[in-house]
């Protein structure tokens, strides 16, 4: 009789266990300092959304949501595999989007998920229509006060593209000295955007490692394998710094392990 709780107590402690690492929803917030950003853009506020890959969080996403207009975003990020190519879902992730327009203005780029539906115009368009900037390989600026910095975006390699050859393309008329934020999906090529000499890029895809081991970090990662060097957090090399979002859905793996779901916030300040 003992034997037949004990398992029945362990079995309730997986569930909860696992529904909380793939439920719960944290806020990591960072503070990047540097005489590069303009005077105007002290204190802006970035939140990074990263492979959803069309997970649920509550009614209408509404916990998801609740989660990015708390963190008070002046402008949000959203840095691919919004959907997920193996249960295609697009109107459950809209379902966000529709929300996140109406706190901020959002910019959106692909991941490979979204190549693999081989869906990317249905998606462009319906993101597009919603107000959403797509970065297609392309740059825009923001202009506070008569100082600038640029966004840009490039697609994943996925599309067939070379990852240097789309951010030359996107970068090609920023002025050399401009503040410039990058989206870009994969953190495993961020010897490129350092070589690009981008300032701060926005990446994704690694799930944090999926499953992470405490103390060690992220087991495996897409394109990077067995103990992957970019799963988390903010990394450095020379004057470019790279934030990578744990993201909030899973794809081929179903469960994150001590690895919860994720957004992120970064705000920017003068130095």
């Avoid at 503070?31 to 492979?51: A, C, N």
């Avoid at 998606?123 to 840009?152: C, D, F, K, W």
């Avoid at 789309?166 to 990058?182: V, Y």
């Avoid at 957090?233 to 979002?245: L, Q």
Wanted: charged share 20%.
């Amino acid at each position: 009789m003992k034997k037949l709780l004990y398992l029945c107590l362990l079995v309730i402690f997986i569930v909860i266990f696992l529904y909380v690492n793939n439920h719960w929803i944290v806020v990591s917030e960072h503070v990047y300092e540097s005489e590069r950003v303009p005077s105007s853009f002290d204190g802006m506020r970035i939140v990074q959304v990263s492979d959803l890959h069309d997970a649920l969080f509550g009614n209408k996403q509404e916990k998801l949501v609740r989660k990015v207009k708390a963190a008070n975003p002046d402008v949000i990020f959203i840095t691919g595999d919004l959907v997920d190519s193996n249960r295609y879902n697009l109107e459950q992730s809209l379902q966000a989007v529709r929300q996140f327009v109406k706190l901020a203005d959002v910019y959106y780029v692909l991941g490979n998920h979204e190549v693999a539906t081989n869906k990317v115009n249905e998606i462009y368009e319906a993101l597009s229509s919603l107000g959403v900037h797509v970065m297609a390989n392309t740059s825009t600026v923001l202009e506070r006060n008569g100082e600038r910095l640029s966004i840009v975006g490039i697609e994943d390699p996925l599309t067939g593209m070379e990852t240097k050859d789309m951010l030359a393309m996107a970068t090609a008329h920023i002025p050399q000295d401009r503040f410039t934020l990058l989206l870009a999906h994969r953190p495993e090529v961020f010897d490129v955007y350092v070589d690009q000499g981008i300032d701060v890029v926005f990446s994704g895809h690694a799930h944090g490692g999926q499953i992470r081991i405490p103390g060690v970090g992220g087991l495996v990662a897409p394109g990077q394998g067995l103990f992957p060097k970019y799963t988390a957090g903010v990394y450095e090399e020379n004057e470019t710094r790279m934030v990578v979002s744990r993201g909030l859905g899973n794809s081929s793996v179903p469960y994150r392990i001590f690895n919860l779901p994720e957004i992120v916030v970064f705000e920017l300040h003068n130095k």
